[in-house]
């Protein structure tokens, strides 16, 4: 899909190292959510796009993914592997395209990002969150 078009996007750092190997596993990730979101009915009808870009400045906890939509809180995760979390990626792909201002608590979302939470941003046009 067209990232001008889609309504959600998930952004890849590509320029992240694997700790292990040294490795940028970035646009194997972007790849292999691509391909995961084109092979899945349900989650093609979501309307996502999957970009690579050169620096989230998550440097600290390789690999990061954020998710970002208009009038949406956005989410920074990391570190990511790319090999064990692509399936908890997708499960919030599929939470986060069904909340309508992107809010979320750490219960809902899956256990495996649970404690790879780095931000929520609040959208521009959200007061979610305000004076918790």
């Not at 592997?81 to 992107?102: M, N, W």
């Amino acid at each position: 899909m067209d990232a001008s078009q889609a309504i959600h996007r998930i952004i890849v750092c590509t320029l992240c190292r694997d700790p292990a190997t040294g490795t940028r596993t970035g646009e194997d990730l972007c790849a292999d959510l691509r391909s995961r979101l084109s092979a899945d009915s349900e989650m093609a009808l979501l309307d996502y796009a999957v970009e690579g870009i050169a620096c989230m400045a998550g440097c600290a906890r390789p690999l990061t993914v954020a998710f970002q939509a208009a009038g949406k809180a956005s989410y920074l995760f990391g570190p990511i592997d790319r090999q064990t979390d692509a399936v908890e990626l997708l499960e919030f792909a599929k939470l986060y395209a069904s909340l309508a201002d992107g809010w979320c608590n750490s219960g809902q979302r899956p256990a495996g990002l649970a404690d790879k939470t780095l931000a929520r941003i609040p959208g521009s046009n959200s007061a979610a969150g305000v004076g918790i």
